[in-house]
């Protein structure tokens, strides 16, 4: 299991969606540094010690203990789980926290239960558990009360008391501490509370943090009579407020329950001021909560908003604290909700990118198979430059000549490793004997010296000697019928040639099969001379083939010999056509991924510009700029993954059965390219789209003028 794996499985855990950003920062930033590809058995304790050391031993007290816990937490539910790992060495230990003393101010309903929650007790935890730790558990000296030695309450287990009992409809859909909190800061700002006051609750310390409570909008307070349809955890949907609800302002209170902390309580046998009673967007519960009707507008003439504004699925709750726009789930349920409500929009428009992901996967297979066609001779070859003659600088496999004194000089140099003559020529050829006799043959010959380390291993038969006029085919010749023992004859020169061995590999230069054969076969072939060579022609060569060392110096014997060292995937360019088709399926891929990006820009415009009306109401609810920027990015990947994988999936399917038919071949990096391209620059072009979802005002949704 890799050390990304192991941390994927640990956060998919977690439940809380704040707990998993906590934990994924600590565990995200130590499995980076370990090596996300490596085996979680491989890594060392004093690893996990430096990377802690490295990414946080500066940091504050508390920040190192927080992270170290987390990645010993993550250590330790993997030994539970039986993976081989690790674990957070000794000496990099918890350090001692500096506490600073800091005065609580209570409000005087809490001040009042204090002295039932004390009991007497002075010193110490003030929220405690009702029973001491267990013996197997370590807890500071700080954490335990001394009195009767109770443990101080943890944020957990007060989460799950407060849920307990405040649920409604099982567990998971009571209240929680940040719920109470937001409630408690915004009744504060609507009573008047000064941005000091606000800050000494809150405990925030930049002011911008607590604008939305100290400066409710008149937008907000107008819709928060507004009673939208919310999906619950489940994905289901509120009803509307029903018309007897909103006459519950006028009679006495049926066990209304708070919307917000403390000072919002109602007891049953309170009267609740006159007002609208509207149900409070919450965490997949149903409460109810008082608004006072000096508004301008009525809740009837709101909801005929609303209706007339949005779309039947597509709802909002009241933005009202606790303040449902907030929650990070919500995004997802509106995007998915928009969804479903215009699937034939969005159907269509995923087809069309499907479609755009079936040709991207093609073209990427055509220009894969294109360039094996190619290349791949030269790309199996055990080299890592080519010299050939400095005065070709093009098509150099067919103007470089070198001599024989090149490659000695090439050897002695330090730094090479080899030095071998290479030669390439393209030659056409007829079976004389064989299976396929008079069958036409074109082959690409590959000349090298028998011992060399460019000389093939066959599969089948025997490999080069020298002065045999014997040759080595590959499986791309072997394709065309010619087999092991076959004689060829080559046009014009009627040298004869035997395949004396295969290699079981189907690789080809310039579209055309390689045959290996040795050096002087190689120059009878590329001069075209029958018979013995002359002397200057058996010295010389199309290239030296040089194995280097990383960092070698050759500028000297360059210089020397007349000759330019070019990195092996330098001469796929020297292929005959390769420079051409590359360049040709690279402008037609860039003219798809241009068109796909405006494709997705042209249909999310016209989107934006239908939502315009529902986008300005959910900014008079309250919603942040970058929460409906956010909703509109969540459905624009939704359609291009979604769309993408469809597509690419038909891709490879069509792909699969053009293999062998045609210059194809599936490269998964390839094709993970062409996909992750229509998804960045489809989402790309979305937001250029979607930008005007900034200049939306709020008013047009209340049907206000400027």
Known sequence: MTVRTAADLFLDLLGNPNTVRNCGIAVGKSAERLGEDRMLAYV????????LELLWGRSAVNTWNARRGVVLSWTGWCSERGYEGQTVPAWAKRLAVDYVLETVYWDAG???????????????????????????????PRDVCPDPGFARLSYGLARALLDEHTAVRGLGTGWDLHEYRHSSLTQLGEQGASLLMLMAKSRHKKPENLRRYFKPS???????????????????????????????????????????????????????????????????????????????????????????????????????????????????????????????????????????????????????????????????????HMAFDEKATSEQFSRSTVE??????????????????????????????????????????????????????????????????????????????????????VDKSEVRLKVVGLVDEAVSYGHIGVAYADLDTWRRLHYGLPGDLPEAARQQATAVALTLEPGADVSTVEKATGTRADTKETTFGASPGYTAESSTMALIKGFLYAISALVVGAFFTVWTVQRKAEIAL?????????????????????????????????????????????????????????????????????????????????????????
């Not at 239960?113 to 009702?130: A, D, I």
């Open 218 to 384: 008149p937008e907000a307070d107008l819709c928060a009579v507004v009673v939208r349809r919310f999906p619950d955890r489940d994905g289901r949907f509120r009803g509307p407020l029903r018309s007897h609800d909103r006459q519950l302002g006028d009679q006495p209170s049926r066990a209304v329950r708070p919307a917000g902390g403390p000072g919002t309580n109602l007891r049953r046998s309170q009267a609740a001021p006159a007002g609208v009673a509207v149900r409070s967007g919450g965490s997949g519960r149903r409460t109810r909560r008082i608004i006072p009707t000096d508004v301008s507008v009525t809740c009837d003439r709101m909801q005929t908003l609303a209706s007339s504004s949005l779309s039947k699925e597509t709802a909002w709750p009241a933005c009202r604290a606790p303040h449902p726009l907030h929650r990070s789930e919500s995004s997802v349920f509106l995007a998915l909700r928009d969804l479903r409500f215009a699937r034939g929009r969005f159907a269509l428009m995923g087809a069309v990118v499907a479609l755009i992901a079936v040709l991207g996967v093609l073209l990427s297979g055509l220009a894969s198979g294109l360039a094996d066609a190619g290349i791949s001779g030269l790309r199996a070859l055990p080299v890592t």
């Open 44 to 51: 060392e304790d004093a690893e996990i010690g430096e990377a």
């Open 110 to 140: 809490a001040a009042r239960l204090l002295p039932r929650l004390l009991r007497g007790r002075t010193r110490g935890p003030v929220f405690v558990t009702h029973r001491r730790p267990g013996p197997g558990k370590v807890v500071s």
């Open 404 to 489: 024989q004194e090149d490659w000695q000089a090439w050897s002695k140099t330090p730094g090479v490793e080899r030095a071998e003559p290479f030669g390439t020529t393209l030659t056409n050829a007829r079976v004389n004997q064989g299976a396929k006799k008079g069958e036409q043959v074109n082959l690409a010959v590959f000349g090298m010296a028998p011992d060399s380390s460019l000389a093939p291993s066959p599969n089948k038969g025997e490999g080069l000697e020298v002065g045999s006029a014997g040759i080595v085919i590959t499986q791309e010749i072997a394709d065309l019928g010619v087999e092991v023992g076959d004689v060829l004859i």
């Open 618 to 706: 959910l900014k008079a609810l309250g919603a942040p700029t970058g929460y409906v920027l956010r909703d509109a990015l969540t459905q624009v990947v939704a359609v291009l993954v979604g769309a993408t994988a469809v597509g690419t999936a038909v891709g490879m399917a069509l792909g699969s059965m053009m293999i062998g038919k045609a210059p194809f071949a599936l490269s998964a990096p390839a094709i993970a390219t062409s996909s992750g391209l229509l998804i960045v620059l489809g989402t790309l072009g979305a937001v250029v789209a979607i930008r005007r979802i900034t200049a939306v005002d709020p008013l047009t949704a209340l049907g206000a003028t400027r």
